[in-house]
């Protein structure tokens, strides 16, 4: 009978530490894939008491990274669409340094902007600098190659040189 109860012991300590093993496992490959931003994540929290907090804590500090995440992205798009409202708000009042702002900046963060490409070109050509709007206005082509306005600024500032 001692032998069976060691044997017992042995095997609820193997399955104990295998679960354990398996739960760490887990929990390394849904940190790395948490640090490369992934979020779609969960581990099983179906374990042994010690392990299923770990696996709660876990989970719950995923959908707090997530929710924070989303608000972010909200908060940074909300931005980007007020810088750009105040440069074309600037463009009109033809304050023509600080549109150039508004709209460098929106070209660094999103360079496949079509709007603030054309805004930076009219806003070149507004100052007189000719090769500066050409070349905006040619990047905003390429964007939107079927764009009227762009073809016909274009053209008129062909023209000017």
């Known amino acids: 009978t001692i032998a069976l109860t060691f044997a017992i012991i042995a095997v609820i300590s193997i399955v104990h530490i295998y679960r354990t093993k398996s739960l760490i496992q887990e ?4 940190i790395q894939s948490l640090a490369t931003g992934s979020f779609d994540i969960m581990l099983n929290d179906n ?3 010690e392990l299923k907090d770990i696996a709660v804590s876990f989970n719950s ?3 707090n990274i997530k ?5 972010l992205n909200t908060i940074k798009e909300e ?3 007020n810088i750009f409202k105040k440069g074309v708000a600037f463009l ?3 304050k023509l340094d600080e549109a150039q702002a508004c709209f460098t900046v929106m070209i660094m963060y999103k360079p496949q902007s079509f709007a603030s490409l054309f805004n ?6 507004k100052k007189g600098d000719f090769a500066q709007a050409l070349g905006y206005l040619n990047k905003a082509k390429e964007v ?10 274009i053209e008129k500032l062909k023209t000017i040189q």
């Not at 929990?27 to 849904?30: A, F, G, M, N, V």
């Not at 939107?144 to 600024?153: F, H, I, T």
């Open 27 to 30: 929990l390394s490959h849904s």
């Open 47 to 49: 374990v042994d008491t």
């Open 61 to 63: 500090l995923v959908e």
């Open 67 to 71: 929710n924070k995440d989303q608000l």
């Open 79 to 81: 931005t980007f669409a």
């Open 92 to 94: 009109k009042e033809m």
């Open 120 to 125: 930076l070109g009219v806003c070149f050509a």
């Open 144 to 153: 939107n190659p079927d764009n009227e306005l762009v073809m016909r600024y």
